[in-house]
């Protein structure tokens, strides 16, 4: 009856106001868990972010470095004089000889035992198709045929516009990938998902084929077949990544050094032999000519294939023309450069007179420079300066929120631009909107400036397993665009999101340290500076401030520090033994003094990127004597203190072949960090994988 | 006295750098200003651990008279600065976490099925959306015993944290 019952009520609520409390307790916890979580996916964005645009500044500084050499470095001996001449000069890529050793596929022999494919040109769809399956199954194409392929594909290349047109019939839809960088699963699976290119399938690459991942060489393959295959329907445009320089730095002349190796070989061999014709060459050019070097490093000058190439890595859409693209200056004969650029004239005044503008040039600013280019029509080889600050600003700018246009500082090369000047542009040349690469984006793509921009990035998984996902996009006859969104790993399918983020984490982490190590004597210095009393301890606060000063990352380190420094007590941190944990971590020879440990570090691409300029052979080695020049020029323009006979310690503590040259691969390797054990795309070797479907080609993520 | 207010503008000082970076990561047009929707995210992320009803006053809190839907850096400053001096909505330790888990598991069996997860999860408290569920099944749900193993998944979670 009464308290029986009432008792048994009381209980009851009691009993379900606890669960309820207890839910909002479990709940509450587990937001603040995913909030963090969330929190440390966007710094992991950032760290990667950051440090790969400052290795990109690097570039350009070093690209400036080599400016500066060539315009003031006055060479001390006969031998410096001979080392730079073969850095800088055009000779050893002369058209000519290009032209020769691309057409010298004819000599080399395929043997019966290879089974990889075989092409013959013209190149049939079938011939495209069988380089896909090929591989998908990790072949390798022959030499010769990949030769025979980029010579007819130069040729090709040649005769094409700066400006292409793609048109959207009724029943036709254009598809537009970004950025690949090597990243062949995700090429394998766009034409899985989409379908291969076709007469009724168009498809516009934008530019950054290469680089940084492992298959550029079979991405160029397939996309200079198809291209060849569908010369109407299947288009290229160039990235900021089509460019020697850049590739000496970032990975794909390795890569070619790598699977090519018979051919560097057999160069390295007959190294000598052509230094020896080379130096008598040297000696009658030195007579004859006065003809100045023609800086062969400039973006716009190489690229691959290395005919003059040059396309817009903006693919500004159409319902009628496309934005133009500055004729820089072409390299080659003054015929072929006088061709390329009337054809460029000829299709901005076709594309004005249809707009209903002026036909009379009038110099406009930037984005229209055949002006400029017809003015100096037939008598520079040379780019202009201009002309390769507007290549550069086509092929590195980013889109900003801000209204106005100001220099990138943080990739060092190009310009953001805000939506004030994408609408300029829209209107001016009577375009429907901007689709554009170049910057990764989390989910594959991003729109801004009202929907008038849009960012496509089609390579997957681009700074590690899981963190980002790739995009294309589809344009049917309405322009409306329709976008695809995937991640080829199967390992990333298997995980929680909380393990994916980990994983990132981890690896953005690592970079992160390593980065701290390479500048170990300056934090050290700046930590000081907090260290009046000499204690040997810093506040937290301090180190934040400290780091941010020495690495110009602009990084959250405050939310970083629980995971870069171990917990202090009553925040203090004691400064000395945090650098040597640092310097324990890297991989190191516990000969070479950590100072000079330190500077390979921090100067490793840039080493790594000179190494190859000098080894102009590709033979992948370089001799002893070459090794101690370059050594002497970085430092001397790049502040970098070491002795000359530090450099030689360092040399012999490596080991290197008896005959004086150094493996420049086994040299670099020596100071490279411990790779995870966990390679991509290897679920063998993953613990987390868990039975990964393998459904032909990969198994898309999910979308 | 002194010392103490020296003391005192010295941690406000670091306050306002941790706010500031946090703020920034989320600032994504560079103008000092964020989503509204991402404001839990950041107080989260710098200790907190409000309810959902304690976040939607503070937002009210911060946010614009005529809501733009963007908060700015100006107005969440002081705001977020006086709930860490004050040490407002601290983190739920661990052992108060296992006892919410035993309390839904009035059985006492040591783990809770799907079924039963689901139910309190999106039923009690301040329900999860369908993907906070999922994202949440995702990790915790052994796939053999189709159940959470409370004490297991709290030690892992909170391995992960540190």
């Not at chain 1, 040349?429 to 400036?449: A, M, T, V």
């Given at each position: ?8 009520h ?21 937001r603040?868990?995913m909030?963090?979580?969330?929190m ?6 950032s760290?990667?972010?950051?440090i ?6 690097d570039?350009?500084?070093?690209h400036?470095?080599?400016s ?19 850095m ?6 002369a058209?000519d ?5 691309c057409?010298?596929y ?24 069988a380089?896909i399956e ?14 025979n ?22 029943s ?8 690949l ?16 290119p ?5 498809y516009?690459f ?8 492992k298959?550029?060489?079979e991405?160029l ?5 198809f291209?060849?295959v ?8 160039r ?34 032999k ?9 000696k009658?050019n030195r007579?004859?000519s ?45 015929e ?35 002006s ?12 202009t ?30 310009c ?16 429907q909107f ?35 996902r ?11 665009p329709?976008?695809?969104q ?8 298997t ?10 984490e981890e690896?953005?982490?690592?970079a992160?340290?390593?980065k ?8 050290l210095?700046?930590f ?9 301890l810093i ?5 934040a ?11 959250p ?11 202090s ?6 400064y ?41 052979d ?7 004597d ?23 310690d ?25 790779e995870?054990?966990?390679l ?7 613990p987390q ?11 898309p993520?999910?979308? | ?13 670091e ?47 911060v946010?614009?008279?005529e ?5 700015r ?14 040490r407002?909505?601290?983190?739920i ?5 296992l ?37 949440m ?14 004490k297991d ?10």
């Amino acid at each position: 009856m009464g308290s029986g019952t009432s008792t048994r009520h009381h209980f009851a609520f009691q009993n379900a106001e606890r669960a309820f409390k207890a839910a909002a307790l479990i709940q509450r916890w587990y937001r603040r868990y995913m909030a963090r979580l969330e929190m440390r996916r966007r710094c992991t964005w950032s760290i990667f972010q950051s440090i790969e645009y400052a290795g990109q500044q690097d570039q350009v500084k070093l690209h400036d470095f080599f400016s500066y050499l060539m315009d003031h470095f006055i060479p001390s001996s006969h031998n410096e004089r001979d080392f730079l001449t073969r850095m800088f000069t055009e000779d050893r890529f002369a058209q000519d000889s290009e032209m020769e050793k691309c057409s010298d596929y004819e000599s080399i022999e395929v043997p019966d035992s290879y089974t990889g494919p075989r092409l013959s040109f013209p190149l049939l769809p079938d011939h495209a198709t069988a380089l896909i399956e090929a591989f998908r199954l990790k072949q390798q194409l022959h030499a010769r045929y990949v030769l025979n392929l980029l010579y007819e594909t130069k040729k090709h290349l040649v005769q094409l516009p700066n400006i292409n047109r793609v048109s959207t019939c009724y029943s036709e839809e254009i598809t537009v990938c970004g950025d690949l960088h090597g990243q062949l699963d995700d090429l394998i699976f766009i034409f899985y998902k989409n379908g291969l290119p076709s007469p009724e399938r168009s498809y516009v690459f934008n530019g950054d084929f290469v680089d940084r991942g492992k298959d550029s060489v079979e991405i160029l393959m397939i996309l200079f077949a198809f291209m060849l295959v569908y010369p109407k329907e299947f288009h290229l445009n160039r990235g900021n990544h089509e460019d020697h320089m850049v590739n000496l730095r970032y990975g794909f002349t390795k890569e070619v050094m790598n699977k090519y190796k018979i051919v560097s070989t057999m160069r390295c061999k007959t190294r000598q032999k052509s230094e020896k014709q080379m130096e008598e060459k040297g000696k009658a050019n030195r007579k004859s000519s006065a003809q100045e070097p023609i800086p062969w490093f400039l973006p716009q000058s190489r690229s691959l294939p290395s005919s003059p190439l040059r396309l817009s890595s903006y693919k500004a859409h159409k319902t009628s023309r496309s934005s133009s693209i500055p004729c820089g200056g072409c390299l080659d004969r003054r015929e072929l450069s006088r061709q390329v650029r009337s054809s460029v004239e000829l299709e901005l005044e076709r594309c004005r007179q249809q707009a209903g503008l002026l036909v009379t040039r009038q110099k406009e600013e930037p984005s229209c420079s055949a002006s400029e280019a017809d003015s100096e029509a037939g008598e520079l080889q040379k780019p202009t300066q201009e002309e390769w600050r507007q290549v550069v600003d086509i092929l590195w700018s980013d889109p900003m929120a801000q209204e106005g246009c100001k220099a990138n500082t943080i990739r060092g090369g190009g310009c953001y631009f805000g939506p004030d000047v994408t609408q300029q542009l829209l209107q001016k040349y009577n375009l429907q909107f901007l689709i554009r690469s170049h910057e990764c984006k989390p989910e594959g793509y991003e729109f801004c400036h009202n929907r008038k921009v849009l960012t496509i990035f089609s390579a997957s998984n681009y700074y590690e397993v899981g963190s980002n996902r790739g995009a294309y996009v589809k344009l049917g006859p309405a322009l409306t665009p329709h976008i695809v969104q995937y991640q080829t790993n199967k390992v990333t399918n298997t995980l929680t999101m909380r393990q994916r983020i980990s994983r990132v984490e981890e690896s953005a982490l690592r970079a992160l340290r390593e980065k701290l190590f390479a500048h170990s004597s300056d934090l050290l210095s700046e930590f000081k500076k907090h260290d009046a009393d000499k204690v040997g301890l810093i506040t937290l606060s301090d180190w934040a401030a400290a780091v941010e000063s020495v690495l110009h990352l602009g990084l959250p380190w405050r939310m970083l520090r629980s995971q870069l420094v171990n917990s202090s007590a009553d925040n203090m941190l004691e400064y000395k033994s945090w650098l040597k944990n640092l310097a324990k971590e890297q991989v190191s020879h516990e000969n070479i003094q950590s100072s000079l440990l330190e500077t390979l570090y921090r100067n490793r691409s840039n080493l790594e990127t000179i190494f190859r300029i000098i080894d102009s052979d590709h033979s992948g080695f370089i001799s002893l004597d070459e090794f101690r020049q370059t050594w002497k020029l970085l430092s001397s323009h790049m502040n970098i203190d070491i002795t000359d006979d530090c450099i030689c310690d360092l040399a012999r503590s490596i080991d290197f072949n008896k005959d004086g040259h150094i493996d420049i691969n086994e040299f670099l390797e020596a100071f490279r960090l411990v790779e995870k054990s966990c390679l991509e795309g290897d679920t063998s070797e993953c613990p987390q994988a868990t039975n990964a479907k393998d459904s032909g080609c990969n198994s898309p993520g999910a979308c | 006295m002194a010392d103490e207010k020296d003391r005192e503008e010295i941690i406000v000082a670091e306050f306002h750098k941790k706010i500031k970076e946090a703020f920034e990561v989320f600032d994504h047009e560079s103008n000092n200003t964020v989503d509204v929707r991402e404001i839990g995210t950041i107080i989260r992320s710098l200790g907190c651990c409000p309810t959902e009803g304690e976040l939607h006053d503070l937002i009210a809190e911060v946010e614009e008279e005529e809501p733009t839907g963007y908060i700015r850096f100006e107005k969440f400053l002081p705001v977020m600065t006086e709930i860490l001096l004050e040490r407002r909505y601290r983190p739920i330790p661990e052992d108060v976490l296992l006892r919410a888990f035993e309390v839904l598991d009035s059985a006492k069996r040591g783990f809770l099925t799907k079924d039963e997860l689901i139910k309190y999860m999106t039923e009690e408290g301040e329900p999860f959306s369908q993907e906070e569920m999922e994202e949440m099944l995702s990790a915790a749900i052994d796939p053999e015993s189709n159940s959470i193993h409370y004490k297991d998944y709290i030690t892992m979670m909170v391995i992960d944290e540190n």
